[in-house]
């Protein structure tokens, strides 16, 4: 099944990472006009990110860094020296609203594994523009929280998802302690699930693997749609909406609950 982009309809509602500048042109072809640059310094798991200075004004910025005193000092004046750089930005740590809340841009939440019911989403966009939806859910639980709030929710369509991220050093002490040879980036299996791992300077990141293909979700009315084109070109991505990619991908949990979330009461949603 393919997924044709209509440019009327999709138009600047496609939020995607961007790999290197040169993709633009293609991306745009395939209907694709906003793009979202990994900060240089403050992003983990992107085997491509951007300089300030190389990102044109207006744009928006990624950052999903878990920042110390030192990250939260170093944004402040990079987001003070470059106001008009940003549109937006889309960040999964929470401390990092103290910094943006009064500024002028447009705020979007990507708590990975936490964006999982209306009530925590609902206080959540007190406080930013849009939130990520988590992949952790099924999609008739995502139904019903577009159904509540489909003008203010993101949709993660299409991309390797994250799985974890730790601060520390994982594949450098790994292959360390067993004397082997260094290899970044890295597909392990562990218990059945494959991972594609990466580290940098700011830690280790894991991906679930294989590609999450969502691109179903496109159909519902949501305020964005995002994909994660890391480690993905561009025609990985033009075959993946075509239908006809020869990559390996999954849907996730969108037809099958996770094994780990928790359960509430009768009431809990």
């Known amino acids: 099944m393919g997924f044709q982009l209509v440019p009327g309809k999709m138009k600047n509602r496609i939020l995607i990472t961007l790999n290197k500048e040169e993709d633009i042109k293609n991306l745009k072809e395939l209907g694709i006009n906003t793009y979202v640059y990994p900060l240089e310094g403050f992003c983990v798991g992107y085997p491509n990110t951007?300089?300030?200075?190389?990102?044109?004004?207006?744009?928006?910025?990624?950052?999903?860094?878990?920042?110390?005193?030192?990250?939260?000092?170093?944004?402040?004046?990079?987001?003070?020296?470059?106001?008009?750089?940003?549109?937006?930005?889309?960040?999964?740590?929470?401390?990092?609203?103290?910094?943006?809340?009064?500024?002028?841009?447009?705020?979007?939440?990507?708590?990975?594994?936490?964006?999982?019911?209306?009530?925590?989403?609902?206080?959540?966009?007190?406080?930013?523009?849009?939130?990520?939806?988590?992949?952790?859910?099924?999609?008739?639980?995502?139904?019903?929280?577009?159904?509540?709030?489909?003008?203010?929710?993101?949709?993660?369509?299409?991309?390797?998802?994250?799985?974890?991220?730790?601060?520390?050093?994982?594949?450098?002490?790994?292959?360390?302690?067993?004397?082997?040879?260094?290899?970044?980036?890295l597909n392990i299996t562990n218990t059945n699930h494959d991972f594609l791992v990466m580290e940098n300077e700011y830690g280790t990141y894991f991906y679930h693997n294989p590609v999450f293909n969502g691109l179903e979700l496109l159909e519902l009315p949501a305020k964005y749609f995002f994909i994660n084109s890391a480690f993905l070109s561009v025609q990985d991505i033009k075959e993946l909406l075509e239908g006809t990619s020869k990559l390996e991908t999954d849907t996730g949990f969108l037809y099958q609950e996770t094994i780990f979330k928790l359960k509430g009461g009768e009431n809990n949603d």
């Open 50 to 185: 951007f300089l300030i200075s190389k990102i044109p004004n207006n744009s928006y910025i990624l950052i999903n860094r878990i920042l110390d005193n030192k990250g939260i000092d170093d944004l402040k004046e990079l987001i003070n020296n470059n106001i008009n750089k940003f549109k937006g930005i889309i960040f999964d740590d929470l401390g990092i609203l103290q910094i943006i809340k009064d500024l002028k841009m447009e705020k979007i939440l990507y708590l990975s594994h936490f964006n999982t019911n209306k009530k925590s989403i609902n206080i959540y966009l007190k406080y930013v523009d849009s939130v990520i939806v988590s992949t952790d859910i099924t999609k008739k639980e995502i139904e019903e929280i577009i159904n509540y709030l489909p003008d203010k929710l993101t949709l993660f369509v299409l991309g390797y998802v994250g799985a974890m991220y730790s601060r520390r050093h994982l594949l450098d002490n790994y292959t360390k302690f067993h004397q082997i040879p260094y290899q970044n980036e």
